[in-house]
């Protein structure tokens, strides 16, 4: 994994790099409470209880329309943002 870390630039990923996204399940988790509200990008991080195996997670709340389709499609819509949640979605997935 450590050429992966060392290469990945966030602004040219290429697909067949990029982590599987799921489509969220809105049954499986019950927010508990808000951690921190991110104003910039219309989200917030939230504390949820996993209902499938009683865990509690942090889950960070992005708009689809702030975050894109694609690495390359949000370095096209938000230029110098240092803020790059394809990255933190990627670092994650190998976590």
């Not at 960070?60 to 499609?73: D, F, I, L, T």
Request: aromatic share 12%; with cysteine.
């Amino acid at each position: 994994m450590g050429d992966f870390f060392a290469d990945f630039d966030p602004f040219e990923a290429s697909e067949h790099r990029l982590p599987p996204v799921d489509t969220w399940d809105p049954d499986r988790f019950r927010q508990v409470a808000v951690l921190q509200e991110a104003p910039r990008n219309d989200g917030r991080v939230d504390l949820m209880e996993d209902m499938v195996n009683g865990r509690k997670v942090a889950v960070k709340v992005m708009p689809v329309e702030w975050v894109c389709e694609s690495p390359a499609a949000f370095a096209q819509a938000h230029p110098g943002e240092n803020e790059l949640p394809w990255r933190d979605i990627t670092v994650n997935y190998y976590l």
